[in-house]
């Protein structure tokens, strides 16, 4: 096997993401250098489960380690604190019991991650985790960098912890199996990140997005392996979304998160969502002179080239909330990243470059919108 | 007010425990510092609440800082995802939203910093806490260190984070307040301290056993203060428990849990169950030429002085199942400390120094348990 292998230099929890075509058919003893006295509990919803579930639990098995799967509904509706009370109590009822050198493996996309890293986190006050990413929205951007969590009511990922996982194994043929829509959804982010950190990834989705959505396993390869990178780099220097730095992986989120609330997550995806919030931030550090209206529409450009909206018409299941100026406003003051009633955007300076900015005003997002409703 | 400060020295998250009479009735200015934008909730049981949960608001208000207040029943049984579930409900619900520089300050015993501090720990990805403990268990013991949690039905402390407070505020005042039992239970835990770390606290508690048991104030501000130090020492250097240091705060422990467990958590207190388990211990350690008779038979009285148990019989409401060796064994086989069914022992070396054996044999358990049962 073909593998790519970045450290993810995290002072006193460094760790490994490892890419390889086939990998999950491969994976029993990676990770049963985790599992000092070979004992792993695969978590995963259902619906990858059934796709990969039996396979990564007879490779662990075939490596020698004892494997139990505990599962949940698949769905961003099953994030939630039900589901990790139902796995938490499934988790601590196991015979024989589980203990603290157990590892716990999640498998599947951003949900599985994020909830099983969080049982992970909290379990025993802390257990070893391994991810098993399947999307490519999880590829390069949550399996990487020790957030976890579940929604809540008020909010998306308002629970959780940061803990950071042993290791990320990551196998690029499982996106062959992935609907065009969540590929789609993956290279939003992998747009955000060649925006604020990499002039030449831009390039690279340009140049390759017939590829990339046909899910070409040497491509994913490629782009994952390229993101991972960038997502490793920013979270080595802030773990925490402490110094700023952290905080550019937000380029996109502050206007995005907006329009999913105001959707209530339906009719919009999340990578449609931040392609909005993108083009919308663009707009706005092209009103100040940050970017080149030729930038900013080379932008737009690879957004389009990937099938990512750039306005609201391009989604029309969008509900009428979600394009509502005022409401949108109201969201994005009440975001759990906004500190103080004050709104933070990140904003381009150039290509592959990026910064955060607290000074936005009303009237700028208001401008930026009307270019998303026009 | 004649304070006494405690640096908890733990690399990139240390803070201080301030010890003072009459601090609950002045923390305002003190708590204000770690709410840059003025906002704190109170996290207390009920029965705290009614005692001082208006005190501690007016304390916030005083200090210019909106305050709200959350409770839940009072009662080691509440200490559950029911609870946690609750809590989170109510915080991520309050009008306007809490943001990231929000402090949760803990009000209570062992059972509010626990959950109070777990919902810090998890409530938008981790929010600054500052504990004011009021049993003299929590102020010696749960208050300082950073473990937090709650119950499950498999066992206690199950679920849960590492997540250090940015200060601690204990008031040896609100002791005059606690059951003359709860008194006892925090004093097995200082009993403990004293044999693995400070053989002149032992001298202390001994010759103040009476001023303490009535909660002298000036008597509990020097016995909190020398038994934080140690604490602070230990978790210091083994802030999450893994170099083994942390480990020898379990002295009394191993036995002392499976003695809880059996008995369902009745008739018994949790000192009560650590003091037996120390003997426990101790009669190992001497059967093992680890400790003196003498010492052993020193730790005996100490313990006799401050009304704690020797012996089973010394508890006339302990169920049969907690005295029943195989019951018992088995429980520590499956204690979240075991390691791959191997029980780990704390044992005394001499008076003032211990070290971790996962070598006692079956036999050597059942000596010891014997020697409670006579």
Redesign the interface.
């Known amino acids: 096997m073909n593998a790519t292998r970045i450290p993810v230099d995290i002072p006193g929890r460094g760790y490994e993401v490892t890419i390889g075509g086939g990998l999950l058919g491969q994976a029993g003893p990676l990770l049963a250098r985790f599992a000092p006295?070979g004992r792993a509990v695969v978590i995963t919803d259902a619906a990858v489960g059934a796709l990969y579930g039996g396979k990564v639990v007879a490779e662990l098995e075939r490596a020698g380690l004892r494997a139990d799967l505990l599962d949940f509904p698949a769905g961003e509706k099953h994030k939630n604190?039900a589901t990790y009370?139902s796995l938490?109590?499934r988790l601590?009822?196991l015979a024989?019991?589980i203990?603290?050198?157990t590892l716990i493996v999640t498998l599947g996309g951003g949900v599985a991650g994020d909830v099983g890293g969080?049982v992970a986190?909290?379990?025993?006050?802390?257990l070893g985790s391994v991810n098993l990413p399947t999307t490519l929205l999880a590829d390069v951007d949550a399996a990487v960098g020790g957030?976890t969590?579940v929604d809540?009511?008020?909010?998306k990922?308002?629970?959780?912890?940061?803990h950071q996982p042993r290791a990320v194994l990551i196998d690029p043929a499982a996106l062959a199996t992935l609907p065009v829509a969540q590929l789609v959804n993956g290279l939003a982010e992998c747009v955000k990140h060649a925006v604020i950190a990499d002039e030449s990834l831009l390039e690279f989705i340009e140049a390759n997005a017939a590829g990339l959505l046909a899910a070409d396993v040497e491509l994913c390869h490629q782009l994952i392996a390229r993101n991972v990178a960038i997502k490793a780099g920013v979270v080595a220097v802030d773990e925490?979304e402490s110094s700023g730095r952290r905080e550019l992986l937000n380029f996109g989120h502050t206007i995005g998160h907006a329009v999913e609330t105001a959707a209530g997550y339906a009719g919009v995806s999340h990578g449609q969502a931040v392609a909005l919030g993108m083009s919308a931030a663009c707009a706005i550090a092209t009103g100040r002179g940050l970017l080149t209206p030729a930038a900013a529409a080379r932008v737009a450009a690879v957004l389009a080239a990937v099938k990512l909206p750039a306005r609201f018409d391009d989604l029309p299941g969008l509900p009428a909330a979600a394009r509502d100026a005022a409401v949108l406003r109201e969201l994005m003051l009440?975001d759990?990243?906004?500190?103080?009633g004050v709104v933070r955007f990140v904003l381009p300076r150039g290509l592959g470059s990026a910064a955060v900015f607290d000074d936005v005003t009303g009237a700028e997002i208001a401008r930026a919108l009307e270019k998303l409703a026009g």
Do not use: E
Not at 336 to 340: L, Q, V
């Open positions: 006295t604190l009370v938490m109590g601590l009822g024989p019991a203990d603290r050198s969080f986190a909290t379990a025993l006050r802390g957030k969590g809540a009511p008020a909010g990922n308002l629970i959780g912890a940061f925490r009440h759990k990243k906004a500190r103080a």
